[in-house]
């Protein structure tokens, strides 16, 4: 049985698998791969691109998806192992995963971090409690650790826009933001460019550098592929010669050892980091700008940005669908 909750499920030759069915697929008229197939979709968080697309994949291919917002009409979910449940989580992850397994073809489950503890992050709880308890195939719609769907629908963007992610120089940026985010899109943004064999380039001020043990992961790719990743606190640095820019804001890597107001404090300190068209013009003359959205408008990226021909943040959304399509016809595969 197979399951999709990090990109070390793909692998760099299963990232190719994806992208190549992925693009392969799009533009033509949708055959009904998911005919008597049900995908379950688990909502710990809220959603509108991941919940619409992959609800739009299983009615379009002529299946079907049973939505549920835990909290929200589900009961509340405990993970931890041994829990004294006294509190407000009536069900455990050990009962509710193998039940839906039992009703479902497929399940998907929304997580994200807890924040603040990127240890923690790694250990990826909730949906490594899912992946532990399922009998059907599991798929990350984004978790504490990373957002893999996102990650190859953004490569297939820069494809379909490039031809080849071999060697394309392509830069991700910190953004500012009023509260701190968690790294999942980061660092699947990383991971999967490193697999596609990107020059990925990394900006962010210091103190918000991504876990090490994703930095090795990337790195292994990378040395796989013949891609490469550099660091920098250099904005400007990190543009020179990309293709393309993409922004995303991140919490700081040490934030337990911060107050609340302490991180505030620090995110305001960095709003220069805001990517503007004069961000933009420093990279190269034909540079894309890409964002997972949602996006605070002129808190992490200028209006000018957005809403410049070069913007594929559109497009990217779009790609959501044909990848998350390539990878339930993968999960349903032999
Ligand atoms: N990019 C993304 O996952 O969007 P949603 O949070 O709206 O699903």
Same mark, same amino acid.
């Given at each position: 049985?197979?399951?999709?909750?990090?990109?070390?499920?793909?692998?760099?030759?299963?990232?190719?698998?994806?992208?190549? $069915?992925?693009? &392969?697929?799009?533009?033509?008229?949708?055959?009904?791969?998911?005919?008597?197939?049900?995908?379950?979709?688990?909502?710990?968080?809220? *959603?509108?691109?991941?919940?619409? %697309?992959?609800? %739009?994949?299983?009615?379009?291919?002529?299946?079907?998806?049973?939505? !549920?917002?835990?909290?929200?009409?589900?009961?509340?979910?405990?993970?931890?192992?041994?829990?004294?449940?006294?509190?407000?989580?009536?069900?455990?992850?050990?009962?509710?995963?193998?039940?839906?397994?039992?009703?479902?073809? !497929?399940?998907?489950?929304?997580?994200?971090? &807890?924040?603040?503890?990127?240890?923690?992050?790694?250990?990826?709880?909730?949906?490594?409690?899912?992946?532990?308890?399922?009998?059907?195939?599991?798929? %990350? !719609?984004? *978790?504490?650790?990373?957002?893999? =769907? $996102?990650?190859?629908?953004?490569?297939?963007?820069?494809?379909?826009?490039?031809?080849?992610?071999?060697?394309?120089?392509?830069?991700?940026?910190?953004?500012?933001?009023? +509260?701190?985010?968690?790294?999942?899109?980061?660092?699947?943004?990383?991971?999967?460019?490193?697999?596609?064999? =990107?020059?990925?380039?990394?900006?962010?001020?210091?103190?918000?550098?991504?876990?090490?043990?994703?930095?090795?992961?990337?790195?292994?790719?990378?040395?796989?592929?013949?891609?490469?990743?550099?660091?920098?606190?250099?904005?400007?640095?990190?543009?020179?010669?990309?293709?393309?820019?993409?922004?995303?804001?991140?919490?700081?890597?040490?934030?337990?050892?911060?107050?609340?107001?302490?991180?505030?404090?620090?995110?305001?300190?960095?709003?220069?980091?805001?990517?503007?068209? +004069?961000?933009?013009? $420093?990279?190269?003359?034909?540079?894309?700008?890409?964002? =997972?959205?949602?996006?605070?408008?002129?808190?992490?990226?200028?209006?000018?940005?957005?809403?410049?021909?070069?913007?594929?943040?559109?497009?990217?959304?779009?790609?959501?669908?044909?990848?998350?399509?390539?990878?339930?016809?993968?999960?349903?595969?032999?």
């Amino acid at each position: 049985m197979k399951h999709l909750t990090h990109i070390r499920d793909l692998g760099p030759e299963g990232v190719e698998t994806i992208l190549a $069915q992925a693009a &392969a697929w799009k533009g033509k008229a949708p055959e009904p791969l998911f005919l008597g197939r049900i995908l379950g979709m688990v909502f710990f968080n809220p *959603s509108l691109r991941t919940r619409a %697309s992959f609800e %739009s994949v299983m009615l379009r291919g002529s299946g079907n998806a049973i939505v !549920m917002d835990v909290g929200s009409g589900v009961w509340k979910l405990e993970d931890r192992p041994g829990a004294v449940m006294n509190g407000d989580r009536a069900e455990h992850i050990k009962e509710a995963a193998p039940v839906l397994s039992r009703f479902v073809d !497929m399940l998907g489950v929304r997580t994200f971090s &807890a924040g603040g503890d990127d240890e923690q992050d790694e250990v990826d709880p909730v949906i490594s409690a899912f992946r532990r308890h399922v009998t059907v195939p599991l798929v %990350s !719609m984004e *978790s504490a650790r990373e957002h893999p =769907c $996102q990650g190859l629908a953004d490569m297939l963007t820069l494809r379909e826009n490039f031809g080849s992610t071999k060697k394309l120089p392509v830069t991700l940026t910190w953004a500012p933001h009023i +509260k701190p985010l968690p790294k999942a899109v980061p660092n699947s943004f990383l991971l999967t460019a490193a697999a596609a064999g =990107c020059e990925v380039r990394v900006a962010h001020p210091p103190g918000f550098e991504l876990h090490p043990q994703v930095r090795a992961e990337a790195e292994a790719y990378a040395k796989a592929t013949g891609g490469s990743i550099t660091y920098t606190h250099d904005q400007a640095e990190a543009l020179a010669g990309s293709h393309a820019v993409y922004a995303k804001s991140w919490g700081p890597a040490t934030r337990s050892a911060h107050t609340a107001g302490d991180v505030s404090a620090l995110l305001a300190s960095h709003a220069d980091w805001m990517t503007t068209r +004069k961000t933009l013009e $420093q990279a190269a003359a034909d540079a894309l700008f890409l964002h =997972c959205l949602p996006v605070r408008r002129n808190v992490e990226v200028a209006d000018d940005v957005l809403d410049h021909p070069s913007s594929r943040v559109i497009d990217g959304a779009e790609n959501r669908f044909h990848v998350q399509r390539s990878i339930l016809s993968w999960l349903l595969s032999a």
